[in-house]
């Protein structure tokens, strides 16, 4: 059940159409996880400053259950994320930060309980 939230500076127009369903397709393989399962959240237009500059950028947060807990991994999921964010924003790899988070099943809730239990 991974949380994806992406801020940027780029205004909403300036994003592709099917921007977040490819995205939530492309993080969903990236993880290994079902794209049903998926939790993606997309700001635009946000004021930003990376590296001292207001530059088109992007930050992103990936939070997820047994995918972003060493750093071999991350090294893979973000080399694939950040692949996709350039070509689809017309980014450089420069101005794409993205954090990982490793989350354990108690500290997920659904339905009422936690992801523990289901």
Request: hydrophobic letters at 40%.
């Amino acid at each position: 059940m991974p949380f994806v939230s992406l801020d940027t500076n780029l205004p909403a127009e300036g994003l592709p159409a099917d921007f977040l369903q490819k995205m939530c397709s492309c993080v969903a393989a990236t993880l290994g996880k079902p794209e049903e399962r998926m939790n993606l959240v997309v700001k635009p237009g946000c004021p930003m400053l990376m590296s001292g500059s207001s530059a088109p950028c992007v930050i992103l947060s990936v939070s997820a259950i047994g995918c972003t807990n060493t750093a071999e991994k991350n090294r893979e999921h973000s080399a694939k994320i950040c692949r996709f964010l350039t070509e689809e924003l017309s980014l450089t790899l420069d101005r794409v930060v993205i954090s990982f988070h490793a989350l354990e099943p108690h500290q997920v809730g659904k339905n009422g309980t936690v992801m523990s239990f289901l």
